[in-house]
C-alpha cells in the first residue's frame, strides 16, 4: 500500500485532456512540493514535473501540474499515443523522514 | 547536462553483500541532497535511502534500516549504497536520483538476489 494514492489506470483519445490524481497528507503532499515521473514500457522513470508545476527539460508545455493542500494532479492536454506510459507522482514525508511515492497510474491512448 | 550513472549492480546470493554506485556529473554534487530509489520487477517505485549535502545525515526505509548504508564523496562525484545481509526481496533495479530541482535520474542497476 503506497503513502500517496492514485488510480491504478487513466485513458483518453488522442487530442483529449486527462487528468492523473495524487491523494497525500499533511506529513507530505500537505508541507512539501509534488514531482512527477513518466515511465514508458521497458524504461526508466524520467522526471516530469517538480516543485508541484515545473517542466523538466524537454517536457512539452501539453504537460501540467498542480497542488492544492494535500491533493495534487497532472494533467495532460492534446493527449499523444507516445504518452502512454506509468505515471508516478512522489513527495517527501516529514513522517516517515523519506520520500513517498504513489502506486504509479497507468495511461492508455485508446 | 544534468548526469546521474549508476553501476555495480549483479547477481549476489542470499546472504551477500554489494556496493552499488552512481556517478554524477553536470552541477554542484556537493549542493545537493542525493537518493536512491528502487522498482522490483512489475512493481511500483519505493524509496530507499537519502543522505543530505555533506554526508552527515542519513535517512533509510524501515525494510533496509540496519542492512543497507548509504555515503557519498563529494570530491569524487559519487554516491553509492553498501547492501549486506541482502535478500530476495531486495531484487530490484536501484536508481540513483538528485535531489531539489530539477531532479536528474539514472537509468538505474539490477540487483538480483537468488541461490
Known amino acids: 500500500q503506497s503513502v500517496l494514492t492514485q488510480p491504478p489506470s487513466a485513458s483518453g483519445t488522442p487530442g483529449q485532456r486527462v487528468t492523473i490524481s495524487c491523494s497525500g497528507s499533511?506529513?507530505?503532499?500537505?508541507?512539501?512540493?509534488v514531482d512527477w515521473y513518466q515511465q514508458p514500457p521497458g524504461t526508466a522513470p524520467k522526471p516530469l514535473m517538480y516543485?508541484?508545476?515545473q517542466r523538466s527539460s524537454g517536457v512539452p508545455d501539453r504537460f501540467s501540474g498542480s497542488k492544492s493542500g494535500t491533493s495534487a494532479s497532472l494533467a495532460i492536454s492534446g493527449l499523444q499515443s507516445e504518452d502512454e506510459a506509468d505515471y508516478y507522482c512522489?513527495?517527501?514525508?516529514?513522517?516517515?523522514?523519506?520520500?513517498?511515492f504513489g502506486g504509479g497510474t497507468t495511461l492508455t491512448v485508446l | 547536462e544534468v548526469q546521474v550513472v549508476e553501476s555495480g549492480g549483479g547477481l549476489i546470493q542470499p546472504g551477500g553483500s554489494l556496493r552499488i554506485s552512481c556517478a554524477a556529473s553536470?552541477?554542484?554534487?556537493?549542493?545537493?541532497?542525493m537518493h536512491w530509489a528502487r522498482q522490483a520487477p512489475g512493481k511500483g517505485l519505493v524509496w530507499v535511502s537519502s543522505?543530505?549535502?555533506?554526508?552527515?545525515?542519513?535517512t533509510y526505509a524501515d525494510s533496509v534500516k540496519g542492512r543497507f548504508t548509504i555515503s557519498r564523496d563529494n570530491a569524487k562525484n559519487t554516491l553509492y549504497l553498501q547492501m549486506n545481509s541482502l535478500r530476495a526481496e531486495d531484487t530490484a533495479v536501484y536508481f540513483c536520483?538528485?535531489?531539489?530541482?530539477?531532479?536528474?535520474w539514472g537509468q538505474g542497476t539490477m540487483v538480483t538476489v537468488s541461490p
Open positions: 536520483a538528485k535531489g531539489g530541482g530539477p531532479p536528474a
Open positions: 553536470g552541477f554542484t554534487f556537493s549542493g545537493y541532497w
Open positions: 543522505i543530505n549535502n555533506d554526508g552527515s545525515r542519513a
Open positions: 499533511s506529513s507530505n503532499i500537505g508541507r512539501h512540493t
Open positions: 516543485g508541484n508545476n
Open positions: 512522489g513527495a517527501w514525508d516529514d513522517n516517515l523522514n523519506g520520500w513517498v
